[in-house]
């Protein structure tokens, strides 16, 4: 069965082999909303790059939980 798109457990970056979940985390306790510094932190989108467009969506939902 495939798994949901917004589980935490999907594979949102194939490259680097990183979860939603793990990003999620990262963005919230860091409180991280600059894509690049999320780059950085998570190792995520430094490859292909064909995952920041999701990355950059899960950056605007938790940043609007903060606002
Ligand atoms: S899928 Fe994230 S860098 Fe390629």
Redesign the pocket.
Known sequence: MAIDRKSREYVI????NVTRGEVEDIIREKKLFDIKEVIEAAN????????RGDIYQMIDEIKAEFE
């Not at 970056?13 to 680097?16: H, K, V, Y």
């Not at 995520?44 to 995952?51: H, L």
């Open positions: 970056c194939p490259c680097r995520v989108g430094n490859k292909c790059g064909g995952c």
